[in-house]
């Protein structure tokens, strides 16, 4: 797993978190407040598997954005129809809701959505609490192996490239990393987790 720092304009360095600090509603962390950890990418780059690892390796509640889709939605993915924004919105609000019922209740989370623009991550930003990102990266060929491996998905592999095609960087006001997902999974979440627990400390409490 590589973490690279990656700020507008500017080169990768290596081995450093990403912090792109900018003025947007998540743009400042609240010392006292809950945090939201989104691990997010296109099909395939493993968020499900990260962060379901992230939450049991810190003790938070998981949300998995699948779960959250419609029936209506799963229908659409099954047959290999691209959703619409239309379609994403509620979806996207279900999990922001869900977001702040846990800071509501005191506690962090992590939560696995694809999230693949600036506009959706916004709706995300909006939940009580603060929200830190984690973008799971791959190369096409790596990612297109592994959404073939998958089975018994609704989400089809001829649908990658729409995914990709779309897909935002962190930009300015999302605070977050942006780690390269091709080793070991329990490294990757023991990586991520060190990175985590030395920005957040106490604050990553369930």
Known sequence: MVVSLRRRGQAHEEGCPVDHSGQGPAGH??????VHVVVLGAAGTGKTTIGRG?????GLPFGEGDDFHSEANRVKMGAGQPLTDEDRWPWLA?????MSEQEAAGRSSVVACSALRAD?????READGDVFFVHLVLPEDVNLERLL???????KPVMLGSQRAVLEALGEGEVGI???NVGDPRQVVEDLAAVLVERFG???SG
Not at 29 to 34: E, F, G, H, Q, V
Not at 54 to 58: E, G, K, P, S, V
Not at 94 to 98: C, F, G, H, Q, V
Request: proline share 3%; hydrophobic share 45%.
């Open 29 to 34: 962390i609240d010392a006292n407040r809950p």
């Open 54 to 58: 992230l939450a049991d390796r810190l």
């Open 94 to 98: 279900s999990l922001r809701d869900w």
């Open 120 to 124: 959706y991550r916004d709706v995300l």
């Open 149 to 155: 491996a998958r089975e018994g998905h609704f989400m």
């Open 178 to 180: 942006e780690a390269i």
């Open 202 to 204: 106490a604050r990553l």
